[in-house]
């Protein structure tokens, strides 16, 4: 088996379990998300993918942020009162830390919309620029626009932003493609679940802010 396939199959089995995690809104995904870009790293780097390369950089650092964005105490005026729309995360494993100081599920703020889609757009270009000038990437339009929305919706993801998941189900789309086209099946394999899952966990994290007890159970 070569490098490349060996490599392609470990990251499906860690992609799993990362997916499991991040369905169940379980804080451990951020370990795994430290885990599996390292793995990535070395396969987009074989298959030529620079842009989702640097991307797997900036997983590692974010997966950092996230953990802390996830489980650091929030003032009250973050937390989102009392109201339905925001879920208290309790850490599983941890000794039952009080839910008032978890991150809650939210809904994404539509004062960020227009900020975040302009963020977006800098990023696929400023990206699409430096593939097209300095890689020999065959694929530099659809590598940039996946890791820049990949960048935004990994924010969202440590922001706990129910819609997350919207963001990485076009991800997930475009990258099952993309890794199909560049050799690397197993990969694809599993963007091709993610992008089931985007649905399920979009509707699960939904059904989580609106009745937790039901949700988790």
């Not at 089995?13 to 795994?32: C, D, H």
């Not at 005026?77 to 100081?101: D, I, V």
């Amino acid at each position: 088996m070569d490098t490349l396939r060996f490599l392609d199959i470990l990251g499906f089995a860690v992609g799993l379990a990362y997916l499991y995690l991040e369905y169940r809104a379980n804080i451990w995904l951020w370990l795994v998300s430290i885990i599996m870009p390292a793995i990535d790293m070395m396969l987009y780097f074989k298959a030529g993918l620079y842009a989702d390369f640097g991307m797997a950089i900036y997983y590692c650092l974010a997966s950092i942020y996230g953990w802390l964005a996830w489980s650091l105490p929030l003032s009250p005026s973050k937390r989102g009162g009392t109201t339905t729309s925001s879920y208290p995360l309790t850490l599983e494993g941890t000794g039952g830390r009080s839910e008032a100081r978890e991150r809650r599920i939210s809904h994404f703020p539509k004062r960020l919309l227009l900020p975040t889609l302009g963020m977006g757009v800098a990023l696929w270009i400023a990206i699409y620029w430096f593939l097209s000038r300095h890689t020999d990437s065959t694929v530099p339009l659809t590598d940039a626009f996946t890791t820049a929305l990949s960048i935004v919706a990994l924010w969202a993801l440590a922001r706990k932003f129910a819609e997350q998941w919207l963001m990485w189900l076009v991800v997930d789309a475009i990258c099952c493609a993309l890794y199909i086209y560049k050799g690397i099946p197993f990969k694809a394999i599993i963007y091709g679940i993610y992008t089931v899952f985007a649905v399920f966990g979009y509707r699960k994290w939904l059904r989580m802010m609106a009745n937790p007890a039901k949700a988790t159970a």
